[in-house]
């Protein structure tokens, strides 16, 4: 009996887990799932060390706005654009970039 | 401004450096001796009455901290680490005036070497076009530099800094700008102080618009499909006629030298050995020079980074990224100006891989291969109601290569060159005329570069297998046809020794010694392998194929001609790719990888073909 409540109170810790990631997952803005032309401002960036400081020396730093400008075809790169600045980058799944949508 | 060391040319990548650099230096470049590196950076020099600068072009970076191996070269050189380019005693610092942002955040880095530096300001006329104003005095007053602005395509200002290189007033060593400890800070310095230097007023229109199009998700792949089948017509079948014209020449001046030189040997070695091998160069540079034109133009103009970033996805795939597409395309054409054009692939490990797969690409040279093989053993059948066996065939070994190029890729950057390569970035560059003075110096530069480099050692290589297949000598009585003199000549030859000598190692895989030697023979090119069989063989196959065909039919066994075929999609049988791999990898080692790993995989899938087909 005991055993039976302690699985049923685990799966229902996982389930509630499963359930606040996927909440989670969904809801947070990335550039991922935003439409082409939102702008945004970026909040962070986690990952690849070597990433995060060409990104940085290329002016797009936590705080940059920004503007989506468009998606590669079948999930290519992303385009961005800040003040005079057009980059292109793979969203690799090394790199995480957490954004704030402002319209 | 006397020393022994050259001036170095800085910049951000895209800012106008190499156009200047060639405009200013013409031809006059000189081959760099910097051992034990694979990219050189381009030295030229500029002179002025009786005084010449040596001037270096260094691959252009965006900070000095490197995130590539051509940034690394960049820091390396200008710190005075680099163990054979000695450091600048002075920097020419390229300043893009439409991207001042990031040219000065590199510039406060390399103000900090304390190296006497000028500044040459690029763009001034992109700046103009957008009704906007960059004020060169307060630059030279924040920098405590001379600025010389440039517009680098018409050549304007070009003559001021020249005559500025030779004049010691204007070198200065730079006004330090504020230490900075975190990037952040650097930034905000960089924006700060574009923002009081430049105003633009407009956005780039042009390069607006034509993104619109050449960024679209439907436009953008139709009107890329539509750059990479011009390009890839022009390498294969726009060389064509020039390369004709090329073996037609030579092939005159051959049978010239064997006609009007005393027979014998030496007349032997001048027209098979000497003319053909310089030939069998030469007939590279249509193919080379077109393709360099579209990659610098591609380039130049700035389609190069959209390219790079509509194809990435698909690259990535296989473990590369965008830039890798282009030398693998060329590839299909002749693989010797395709790893050429891998230069263009910032990072060292992608650029690596990129290299040993390109001859994995279905070459030019393997096609009359193809062809004799699959017109004498494949039935002209029609299957379904539109395709002809034949054709499916030929397509089938195209896709092969490919296909399996890009295993190998993924394969390779799994284990030998795996690390932490960054993720794919790039930096959009605005769209802008190339330069013609610089596009023609730049392709000028690299047709004469593979001649000294490549075209020294694939002529010295097919020197050595003329010998092997010309002695030793037999002497003949002149009742014997010349057809058969030949075929007896090439049989007792040290090439044909060897190739008997080996077959055994070749049975397993359905050749006989004539087929080894066939297999030997295109070492010198792919397509010899046709002349070898004809020799062999006996049979004519200057006017036609047919004579050859019919032979090959009735003495070769079916299994064993698929298995030819199969060999030919992987085998690296091109003494010029593995001249030409030496030369941009630096040393023997990889063109020997290439080699085996290619010859590994051309007798396995041979073998598997062979014991299905028989």
Redesign the interface.
């Known amino acids: 009996m005991f055993s039976i409540c302690s699985h049923g109170f685990r799966t229902a810790i996982w389930k509630n887990r499963f359930a606040s990631w996927a909440i989670g997952y969904l809801m947070s803005e990335t550039l991922r799932n935003i439409p082409i032309g939102t702008i945004a401002i970026l909040t962070s960036i986690e990952g690849n060390p070597e990433f995060i400081r060409r990104l940085n020396e290329l002016g797009f730093l936590p705080g940059t706005k920004f503007t989506l400008l468009r998606r590669a075809p079948f999930g290519g790169p992303v385009e961005v654009s800040y003040g005079n600045t057009r980059i292109a980058f793979r969203p690799d799944a090394s790199v995480t970039i957490h954004i704030h949508v402002l319209s | 401004m006397k020393s022994n060391s050259p001036i170095a040319f800085v910049g951000t990548p895209n800012c106008g450096k190499t156009t200047v650099f060639n405009v200013l230096t013409g031809m006059r470049k000189k081959v760099g001796n910097f051992p034990g590196i694979t990219i050189e950076p381009s030295l030229g020099s500029v002179s002025s009455g009786k005084e010449s600068i040596e001037i270096l072009d260094l691959p252009g970076l965006?900070?000095m901290?490197a995130?590539s191996f051509d940034e690394e070269l960049t820091i390396q050189v200008l710190k005075k680490e680099h163990v054979s380019i000695k450091q600048p005693h002075g920097i020419v610092f390229v300043m893009d005036a439409?991207?001042i942002?990031?040219s000065l955040?590199l510039y406060s880095q390399v103000a900090e070497l304390g190296i006497p530096m000028i500044i040459a300001l690029t763009m001034v006329d992109g700046v103009k076009a957008r009704s906007g104003v960059i004020d060169d005095i307060a630059i030279e007053r924040l920098t405590g530099l001379s600025v010389f602005p440039i517009v680098g395509h018409k050549g304007i200002g070009l003559e001021d800094l020249k005559q500025g290189l030779f004049n010691e007033q204007s070198w200065h060593i730079p006004i330090l700008p504020p230490s900075f400890d975190e990037?952040?800070d650097r930034?905000h310095w960089?924006?700060n102080t574009a923002d009081a230097v430049l105003s633009?007023k407009e956005p780039d229109t042009l390069t607006g618009r034509l993104d619109a199009i050449l960024?679209h998700?439907i436009g953008?792949?139709l009107s890329f499909a539509i750059i990479m089948a011009v390009f890839f017509q022009s390498i294969f079948s726009w060389a064509i006629p020039f390369m004709d014209m090329i073996e037609a020449g030579f092939s005159a001046l051959e049978q010239f030298a064997l006609q009007n030189l005393p027979s014998g040997l030496f007349s032997d070695l001048i027209a098979r050995g000497l003319i053909a091998g310089v030939g069998s160069v030469i007939v590279f540079l249509p193919q080379i020079i077109i393709l360099n034109v579209f990659v610098v133009i591609l380039e130049d103009c700035g389609y190069l980074?959209r390219a790079a970033?509509?194809i990435?996805?698909?690259m990535?795939l296989f473990g590369l990224?965008?830039r890798s597409f282009i030398p693998l395309l060329g590839s299909y054409a002749c693989a010797i100006p395709g790893i050429m054009s891998a230069r263009i692939i910032p990072s060292h490990r992608d650029r690596m891989t990129t290299m040993l797969i390109a001859p994995l690409m279905t070459c030019s040279a393997r096609l009359p291969v193809y062809t004799l093989i699959i017109s004498a053993f494949i039935p002209p059948m029609i299957v379904g109601t539109f395709f002809s066996l034949q054709a499916i065939v030929l397509a089938g070994l195209y896709i092969l290569g490919g296909l399996t190029g890009l295993f190998v890729a993924f394969i390779m950057k799994k284990s030998m060159f795996k690390g932490?390569v960054?993720?794919?970035?790039?930096?959009?560059p605005p769209y802008r005329l190339p330069s013609l003075k610089s596009l023609f110096v730049t392709v000028s530069d690299k047709a004469l570069d593979f001649l000294k480099s490549a075209g020294t050692v694939i002529v010295a290589l097919s020197l050595v297998l003329w010998f092997l297949s010309a002695f030793p000598r037999l002497e003949f009585t002149d009742s014997i046809p010349d057809i058969q003199q030949q075929q007896m000549q090439l049989e007792q030859s040290y090439a044909g020794q060897m190739g008997k000598a080996i077959a055994p190692i070749f049975e397993p895989i359905g050749f006989d010694w004539k087929l080894t030697i066939g297999v030997l023979g295109s070492f010198a090119a792919r397509e010899v392998f046709v002349s070898v069989m004809g020799q062999l063989y006996g049979a004519d196959t200057s006017d036609s194929d047919a004579s050859l065909r019919d032979t090959l039919q009735q003495t070769i066994p079916f299994a064993s001609a698929l298995s030819v075929l199969a060999f030919y999609v992987y085998a690296l049988q091109c003494i010029s790719t593995m001249g030409i791999l030496k030369r941009e990898t630096g040393s023997w080692k990889w063109p020997a990888f290439a080699f085996v790993y290619m010859f590994i995989l051309a007798y396995g899938f041979a073998y598997i073909v062979h014991a299905i087909a028989l």
């Not at chain 2, 960054?422 to 959009?428: A, D, K, R, S, V």
């Open positions: 965006y900070s901290l995130t439409t991207n942002e990031k955040y990037i952040r930034v960089a924006k633009i960024l998700p953008g792949i980074a970033f509509l990435d996805r698909f990535g990224q965008g932490d960054i993720p794919f970035l790039i930096e959009f």
